[in-house]
């Protein structure tokens, strides 16, 4: 490593206590935010329904209240009316207003040709998206739409995010974000317009990624070696705390704006957050900023009440002088045609390291099926249980906490590599299992499922901390962030298939999310391992990390050879 990434050895004697606190809180915070990425399993969960002709009036309001109550939810159908002929309907449509006393208070008018008017089962839900929106026959198609529009948002934001937190900071890409999101989604409680709603999700998702990318990012490069997988791995623990709070408030509050109102709360603390949150040492320095992170470090050791030793004292005495960036120039303003050039340069140096190439190719493809499944798995409640989605989000979240608290010592032990390969095959595995077991051993499904997201959401953990480990400082938001692209992607897939393929196959989600499983728990292995190993600063120390991970594997393989060859010997 360079002389300038001796910073792990600096934040190393600084340690962790009162100068990462206001980082601490802002990861926390943003940690709760992808809240709004899972919302729509109780936002826009579908209600049964039943369909009426415009205007009909077969029997009094009395009647069909109690033939209603009388067949509880078989009542509710699910099934539309073939589309009545114009003439018929325009004579509906003129008495209408002289049949309005008979009809029951729940009905009221869609304007959809096959449901002109609808009646929800609210025994789960009082009001949700689809009823709100009657998204429901010929808009059933419009319901994917809703947990699709935030994942672009976020795929967006990823572009967004790593371009701002590389090039102005880490802060200052935190707090465009709360800008962006607080307002979005305060208004999005209130809008009584579908495609507004939609725009403004799609904002919400462009500011989640914003704020959590550089967060993320942050909180890696500030922390000490020796503390850095207990962080990585506690991070998830706020959003799944948060999650059996999501579950506990959607049972008592089933109307989704009020749910909506309620998960602004986050955005609303991380704003203020936002500005007395550090800047990044790391990123200073290499930004050519070196007196700015010299002042960063010094009161670090200041607040952390830490007396550097006599070597790290001089070696940020010489920080100071750093004024070149990652390009080794000096820290000037440069033409735009000269900055475009030498952006395009640069990119094409990182397409021409063999490390960067395998981390650039595998590690979105890895990421990609591994948020399809860890999504797919808690989106598919609304198909395995319509009952008591509340119960199977908690359990989720209980699983989850399990996983992260036992999966954080085996972190430590055998690193990302193994655990991640290890959560994701079996959580797929058991998916293929689930597909076997008949309905009726629903406690069984119940069981298989639980065990596949404990796993899932291990290994998605550990991967949370892993993928900033790949990448150089210069580059780690914007790698991070094209690595999260793809697994926005996933997140895009997931309700496609856990809402619309799970309509024409049975086997649809079991073989969808146990094939991204299986398949992402090999790609894995084709990345490097970073356990105990400094971030690297530079494409050359992403090389070297590469070829020292060969030669220890070499080493292992020379080893072995030896103890089988001295077996073979004795005989």
């Known amino acids: 490593m360079a002389e300038r990434d001796r910073i792990d050895d600096v934040l190393s004697a600084v340690g962790y206590g009162r100068w990462q606190i206001s980082i601490l809180m802002a990861t926390t915070v943003a940690n709760i935010l992808p809240l709004h990425y899972m919302t729509s399993s109780l936002l826009s969960a579908p209600m049964s329904f039943r369909c009426f002709a415009l205007g009909s009036s077969n029997s009094s309001n009395s009647t069909l209240i109690s033939e209603r109550d009388s067949l509880g939810t078989a009542w509710f159908n699910d099934e539309c009316l073939d589309p009545p002929d114009s003439d018929l309907a325009v004579a509906a449509h003129s008495a209408r207003s002289a049949l309005s006393a008979v009809r029951p208070l729940t009905r009221h008018a869609t304007g959809l040709p096959s449901c002109p008017e609808i009646e929800y089962d609210s025994s789960v839900y009082s009001i949700t998206v689809i009823s709100e929106f009657d998204l429901v026959c010929e808009r059933e198609h419009l319901r994917p739409f809703f947990q699709m529009v935030i994942t672009i948002g976020a795929i967006a934001g990823c572009f967004a995010g790593g371009s701002i937190s590389d090039s102005m900071g880490r802060k200052k890409a935190m707090q465009i974000g709360c800008m962006l999101g607080l307002p979005a989604c305060l208004a999005m409680a209130f809008v009584p317009w579908f495609p507004v709603v939609l725009a403004l999700r799609f904002v919400t998702g462009i500011s989640v990624r914003m704020v959590m990318l550089p967060t993320i ?25 948060c999650v059996i709070l999501f579950a506990l408030v959607g049972y008592f509050i089933s109307n989704w704006r009020y749910l909506q109102l309620i998960w602004t709360l986050p955005f609303l603390v991380m704003a203020p957050i936002t500005l007395f949150v550090k800047e990044s040492p790391r990123w200073l320095v290499q930004s050519g900023s070196g007196k700015e992170a010299v002042a960063e470090l010094a009161e670090a050791a200041k607040m952390n009440r830490v007396e550097l030793p006599s070597h790290l004292a001089d070696y940020l005495e010489k920080m100071k002088e750093d004024t070149c960036g990652f390009s080794g120039g000096e820290k000037e303003k440069v033409p735009l045609k000269q900055l475009l050039a030498t952006t395009i340069s640069s990119s094409g140096e990182y397409l021409r390291s063999p490390a960067m190439l395998i981390i650039i190719f ?43 608290l036992l999966t954080t010592p085996v972190n430590q032990m055998v690193g990302r590599r193994h655990v991640i390969g290890s959560t994701l095959l079996l959580s797929g595995l058991l998916f293929f299992v689930v597909m076997f077991v008949p309905d009726e051993i629903w406690y069984a499904k119940w069981v298989l499922v639980m065990i596949s997201f404990f796993l899932a959401g291990g290994g998605y953990q550990v991967a949370f901390m892993y993928v900033p480990e790949l990448f150089p400082t210069m580059v780690r938001t914007k790698g991070y962030a094209m690595v999260t692209l793809a697994g926005s992607l996933g997140q895009c897939m997931a309700p496609i298939v856990t809402d619309l393929l799970a309509q024409q196959a049975w086997w649809a989600v079991g073989v969808s999310l146990g094939c991204s499983g299986v398949i992402a728990s090999f790609l894995v292995f084709a990345l490097p391992e970073t356990k105990n190993i400094p971030l690297p600063e530079t494409i050359q120390d992403v090389e070297d990390r590469r070829n020292n991970n060969v030669k220890v594997r070499t080493e292992k393989h020379k080893r072995a050879l030896t103890v089988t060859d001295s077996q073979h010997s004795r005989y």
């Open 362 to 404: 595998v590690a979105p493809m890895m990421y990609f099926l591994m948020c399809l499944l860890y999504n797919g798995i808690i989106l598919n409640v609304n198909n395995f249980t319509s009952t008591n989605p509340f119960q199977y989000i908690a359990m989720l979240s209980v699983f989850e906490i399990l996983s992260v």
């Open 217 to 241: 990012n942050l909180t890696m490069e500030t922390c000490p070696p020796r503390y850095r997988t207990l962080i990585g791995m506690f991070m998830g623990l706020p959003y799944s705390v």
